[in-house]
């Protein structure tokens, strides 16, 4: 077995920060190297820090077939509901850019527009008043795949869809404090803002907001705008800004791409991308040791455990481990069942009676506990370590509280009230890692005297606002790292009917008190009071438990040794790939 540890190519336990003050137009932001990378073969190439060649191929083509446990539903990643369909961002990233991106390293790059705004560069102003003006000038060479001009429209289209309540499937917590936008000029848009925000700097990019046609969607939104993100352009009819573009996609089956030849950082080094979308693990990792595929999408496709039986046999290629994600269960907080899930002493026993420490030592790949979203390998965890509220295993406190709720053993030793027998249903999208915990904790609650069972999310459901919101329970996870994962969580992003279920916080978990917290976080420039804001923020969830955490997870991704420029994680240069 080998231990999940921050760790670099160079050794374990490596860490890099990377701290830019404001004054310069950027802020502060933590980068931890791969928790931890091993080869089958040779180590492969990291990302390209050279300019990307230019003009067409020289030879045979260069071709590149991937696989996906799953398939992507749709090919703008804002519609897709919590991250849900597998491949989605990877693919997302290769047919759209943004006027910015992050790379796998944190850093933010240039795409579409010519700077990223900056105090230094006069692109971001602050005013004496709190409020903000941030400028977006975008590239002369910026083309839509059907080679139509990227504009300042376009972008004010993308603001206005962004911001319009009737569409909250595309709301984004920065638009929050947005005041409003206007155009210079064809290809120049200014934003105005209500109050600062930490990262105005990438309200365009892939992650937040990418730019949509307005030649293309202007006419269904101002003719039946509810109905625009079940349009067509969504999925087969997609004509995005990337460094590909769709040539056919076939939706449970494949989607191929070709070059882009006009892309705005020059052609893709490779000619023309597959990816299967294949429904079963075993077979993705049948068709990789065949050399069917190079390269494995999304990686919650394969997991750590069965990564690991192939690593002696693929001889082709390399294990990348990416930083690694929390395993974690929302629970719900309107109408839930049982009615007891809303008060914090019962969700305080659940995570009682879950030997975690057991669970992440037995799993293929021992991992640490999660008892937040911020890891021991986060350049944060050691500032916010001591505002976390634990839950270490203990059964005679899980006793208790469950008592303190109303709940005693009946003869069979399970729990139960006047209502009946206790049982708490995990729901959980089928993925192993989901899976696999869901069952676990439902092991360790049978033994404690707590029933409940597991319901696995269909994959035809997995982009059914409605029904992931609509949980009895618990909701059962793994969702991306992200240093801002309590973010979502504010009252006004809950899901409800009156959205369209399209809210962000699934929990449904409303508090005056984490909003003002969040709502202040995001406003707070000076790294140092943003770090304490971050601590309230940790302490009231954890306290509250708003999040009910469980272990982290790495994510992997198996890469052939014949690719180069591919990174561990954030799939977001594919235009640099490359075949040897």
């Known amino acids: 077995m080998v231990a999940i540890i921050a760790a670099s190519r160079q050794g374990m336990g490596a860490m890099l920060l990377r701290e830019v003050d404001m004054c310069n137009g950027r802020i502060l932001t933590g980068l931890l190297l791969s928790l931890l990378a091993f080869t089958a073969c040779a180590a492969p190439s990291g990302p390209s820090s050279a300019g990307n060649q230019t003009g067409r191929s020289s030879g045979a083509p260069k071709r590149v077939v991937a696989g996906i446990r799953g398939t992507a539903q749709v090919l703008y990643a804002k519609l897709n509901i919590s991250n849900a369909g597998l491949g989605v961002s990877d693919i997302a990233r290769m047919v759209g850019a943004g006027l910015t991106a992050r790379d796998d390293q944190d850093e933010l790059h240039p795409q579409l527009t010519e ?194 039986t192939i690593k002696d046999q693929w001889a082709a290629g390399t294990f990348e481990y990416g930083r690694a994600s929390w395993v974690v269960m929302y629970p719900q907080h309107i109408n839930p069942m049982p009615s007891a899930m809303a008060d914090v002493r019962f969700k305080r026993a659940l995570t009682h009676a879950v030997n975690r420490e057991e669970m992440g030592q037995e799993a293929p790949i021992p991992v640490p506990i999660a008892d937040s979203w911020i890891g021991p390998d986060w350049l944060q965890y050691k500032d916010i370590e001591s505002s976390m509220v634990k839950y270490p295993f203990d059964l005679r406190r899980s006793a208790q509280l469950l008592e303190e709720v109303g709940y005693s053993k009946g003869p069979d030793g399970f729990y139960r009230d006047i209502s009946g027998k206790l049982n708490v249903e995990i729901r959980a999208p089928n993925t192993d890692i989901n899976t696999r915990s869901a069952l676990t904790v439902l092991d360790y609650w049978q033994r404690a005297g707590i029933g409940g069972e597991m319901a696995v999310v269909p994959a035809p459901r997995t982009n059914d606002r409605e029904y992931r919101a609509t949980f009895p329970g618990l909701e059962l996870i793994r969702p991306a790292a992200s240093l801002e994962a309590f973010t979502s969580v504010k009252s006004n992003n809950i899901a409800l009917p009156e959205n369209n279920w399209a809210g962000t916080n699934r929990q449904r978990y409303a508090s005056p008190v984490l909003d003002t917290l969040i709502d202040r976080y995001l406003a707070t420039i000076p790294p140092g009071p943003r770090l304490e804001g971050l601590k309230e923020v940790v302490h009231l969830t954890t306290d509250q438990l708003v999040f009910m955490s469980l272990i982290f997870d790495p994510p992997v991704l198996l890469i052939s040794q014949n690719l180069r420029n591919v990174p561990p994680a954030n799939l977001w240069n594919a235009h640099e790939w490359d075949v040897v």
Do not use: C
């Open 115 to 308: 700077a990223i705004p900056t105090v230094n560069n006069g692109n971001w102003k602050l005013q004496p008043d709190g409020k903000m003006e941030t400028v977006w000038k975008i590239r002369p060479n910026a083309r839509w795949h059907d080679g139509t001009a990227v504009s300042a429209d376009d972008i004010l289209f993308t603001l206005t869809l962004s911001m319009d309540p009737d569409l909250p499937v595309f709301a984004q917590t920065a638009f929050e404090s947005v005041d409003g936008a206007r155009a210079l000029d064809a290809s120049t848009v200014v934003v105005t803002w209500k109050q600062p925000y930490i990262h105005a700097d990438e309200l365009f990019s892939t992650e937040v907001a990418p730019p949509l046609p307005k030649h293309l969607l202007e006419k269904s939104y101002q003719e039946d705008k509810l109905n625009v993100p079940q349009h067509p352009y969504f999925t087969t009819d997609f004509v995005g800004t990337g460094a590909f573009k769709v040539k056919e996609y076939v939706p449970d089956s494949f989607i191929v791409l070709t070059a882009f030849d006009d892309f705005v950082l020059g052609r893709p080094r490779i000619d023309e991308f597959e990816a299967r979308f294949v429904p079963d693990a075993n077979t993705v990792l049948a068709y990789l040791l065949s050399g069917e595929i190079q390269l494995i999408l999304d990686a919650r496709s394969i997991t750590s455990a069965q990564a690991l």
